[in-house]
């Protein structure tokens, strides 16, 4: 997949680790993420397909939601957590070596991709109380303003949006 290949590799030496973290309060590996992957507003930010990259996507998500984009803690922890979701389902379900996560905020939302190279659809399946797995999509589906995929000649984008007041 052009532009992934390799990729989830820190620009520096280190490692951001999923420990202590929590999506509400800003800590100083938050920042860190960006400083070692690169920003998901500015490009694409490229991460292995290894079940420790959602702890990374999680903290670039927390870092530009609070840092960056001035929002709330709540809704830091709605995206943190669909990223998680959306993350999750890249490493477990593509096969992928790669996937690629951008966060961008146009005027009074913001949205968020995770690209990989599989053109295999994401199912939303309905979920029981009891269900110890598969409730990515749905929360995916309650949380959000909207959701979706595009596919694309190598791969597939899937994405989610929330309305967020602009500033």
Same mark, same amino acid.
Request: hydrophobic share 40%; aromatic share 4%; charged share 30%.
């Given at each position: 997949?052009?532009?992934?290949? =390799? &990729?989830?590799?820190?620009?520096?030496? &280190?490692?951001?680790?999923?420990?202590?973290? !929590?999506?509400?309060?800003?800590?100083?590996?938050?920042?860190? %993420?960006?400083?070692?992957? =690169?920003?998901?507003?500015? =490009?694409?930010?490229?991460?292995? !397909?290894?079940?420790? !990259? %959602?702890?990374?996507?999680?903290?670039?998500?927390?870092? /530009?939601?609070?840092? *960056?984009?001035?929002? !709330?803690?709540? #809704?830091?922890?709605? /995206?943190?957590?669909?990223?998680?979701?959306?993350? =999750?389902?890249?490493?477990?379900? #593509?096969?992928?070596?790669?996937?690629?996560?951008?966060?961008?905020?146009?005027?009074?939302?913001?949205?968020?991709?995770?690209?990989?190279?599989?053109?295999?659809?994401?199912?939303?399946?309905? /979920? *029981?109380? #009891?269900?110890?797995? &598969?409730?990515?999509?749905?929360?995916?589906?309650?949380?959000? +303003?909207?959701?979706?995929?595009?596919?694309?000649? $190598?791969?597939?984008? #899937?994405?989610?949006?929330?309305? /967020?007041? +602009? $500033?």
């Amino acid at each position: 997949m052009a532009g992934l290949q =390799g &990729g989830g590799q820190p620009r520096g030496h &280190g490692r951001v680790d999923a420990a202590r973290w !929590s999506p509400a309060v800003e800590d100083e590996r938050a920042l860190e %993420a960006i400083e070692l992957y =690169g920003n998901p507003t500015e =490009g694409e930010v490229p991460l292995a !397909s290894r079940p420790e !990259s %959602a702890a990374t996507a999680r903290r670039l998500a927390q870092v /530009v939601v609070l840092r *960056q984009w001035g929002l !709330s803690p709540r #809704t830091a922890e709605d /995206v943190v957590l669909l990223v998680s979701e959306l993350v =999750g389902n890249a490493v477990r379900h #593509t096969g992928a070596r790669a996937f690629g996560l951008r966060m961008r905020r146009p005027r009074g939302r913001i949205r968020v991709e995770v690209r990989d190279p599989s053109r295999a659809l994401p199912c939303l399946l309905p /979920v *029981q109380e #009891t269900d110890l797995s &598969g409730r990515g999509l749905f929360l995916v589906d309650k949380l959000s +303003d909207r959701w979706g995929v595009d596919l694309l000649p $190598r791969g597939k984008t #899937t994405w989610f949006e929330m309305r /967020v007041a +602009d $500033r």
